[in-house]
C-alpha cells in the first residue's frame, strides 16, 4: 500500500468520525498506525535487498575475473607441459647416449686391462730366469711397467749401459715388437745424492735423462723397436718410491722404468666422440 492511498484511509476515516462511533474510530486508527509500521519495515527490507544485490553483483564479478585469471593460467600450463614433455624427451636421449658411450668407454678400459695382463704374463715368462730384485713387472693404472735395477744397467753415476744388461733388455724389446701398437715410455730415475763432476752427466737431472736416452738407443739399434713409439725422460731425484735415508731406499729409487702403454692418441680420439643419441 502507498502513501496516497494510507492517506486516503485516513481522510476518510477523519469523514467518517462523525458517521461512526468512538469504538469503530479507534480501531480503524490503530489499523492506520500498523500499515505505517508495515510500510516502514518493508522499505527497511527493499534497502537490504539492494544492498545484497549490489554485494552478490560485485562477487558475480569478482568471481569471472577470477575464473578468467584461471583459465589463462591453465592454458599457459598446458602450454609449458608440452615444452616441458619436450624437454624431458630431450633430457632421456641425451641420457642414453651418454651411457651408451660410457660403456664403450668401459668395454675399450676391460679390453686394455686385457691386453695388459697378457704382455705382463709374457714378460714374466720371458724374464723367469732373471732375479726378482733385477726386474720388476706389475701392472699399474692401466699400463704395464718394467722396473730396472740401476746396478744390472749401469756403473755408479754413467750413463752408459752394461753389455750383460743386453739379454734382459733383448727380451723386453721382443714383447714390445709383438705388442706394436703400444707406446713406450722410458724413465731415468736418481737418488738424491749430488754428482760432483765437470763433465757429462753434471747433475741427476743430466744423468737421468741420459740414462733413459742411452736404453731407447739400445731397443732402437739393437733390437729394431721402432723410435716413433719411444719417449725417453729423466726425473732426477724428485720421483722417489722410497726414503733415501738408507742404502737399499736409495737403490729403489735409482731404477730405470720402461712403462709400456696404449698409445694415448688412440684414448684422445675414443674422448673426442661425442655420444650420439639412440
Do not use: H
Amino acid at each position: 500500500m502507498n502513501l496516497g492511498k494510507i492517506f486516503a484511509v485516513g481522510v476518510m476515516a477523519v469523514t467518517m468520525t462523525s458517521c461512526v462511533s468512538k469504538k469503530q474510530y479507534d480501531a480503524l486508527n490503530l489499523n492506520y498506525n500498523q500499515c505505517i509500521t508495515n510500510i516502514g519495515e518493508r522499505q527497511r527490507e527493499i534497502q537490504d535487498l539492494k544492498a545484497t544485490n549490489a554485494g552478490l553483483t560485485s562477487e558475480n564479478t569478482l568471481l569471472k575475473d577470477q575464473n578468467s585469471a584461471l583459465k589463462s593460467s591453465l592454458d599457459a600450463c598446458l602450454a609449458n607441459t608440452g615444452k616441458g614433455s619436450a624437454n624431458i624427451d630431450k633430457l632421456i636421449g641425451e641420457i642414453n647416449a651418454s651411457n651408451k658411450y660410457i660403456k664403450q668407454l668401459i668395454s675399450t678400459n676391460a679390453k686394455n686391462d686385457s691386453l695388459n695382463l697378457a704382455l705382463s704374463n709374457k714378460l714374466k715368462r720371458s724374464l723367469d730366469n732373471v732375479a726378482d730384485q733385477d726386474v720388476q713387472v706389475k701392472v699399474l693404472k692401466g699400463v704395464v711397467m718394467i722396473s730396472l735395477s740401476d746396478k744390472m744397467l749401469y756403473k755408479t753415476g754413467d750413463y752408459n749401459v752394461l753389455p750383460q744388461a743386453a739379454e734382459v733388455l733383448g727380451k723386453v724389446a721382443k714383447v714390445i715388437n709383438d705388442y706394436d701398437t703400444y707406446s713406450v715410455l722410458i724413465e731415468g730415475n736418481t737418488d738424491n745424492v749430488p754428482l760432483n763432476s765437470a763433465n757429462l752427466p753434471k747433475d741427476n737431472w743430466d744423468l737421468s735423462a741420459l740414462r733413459a736416452t742411452s736404453m731407447a738407443k739400445i731397443l732402437q739399434n739393437q733390437f729394431g723397436v721402432n723410435p716413433n713409439r719411444i719417449t725417453a725422460g729423466g726425473r732426477s731425484e724428485y720421483n722417489p718410491k722410497t726414503t733415501n735415508a738408507s742404502v737399499s731406499g736409495r737403490a729403489e729409487n735409482r731404477r730405470t722404468e720402461i712403462i709400456i702403454m696404449p698409445k694415448l692418441d688412440e684414448f684422445m680420439k675414443l674422448m673426442d666422440i661425442a655420444p650420439v643419441k639412440n
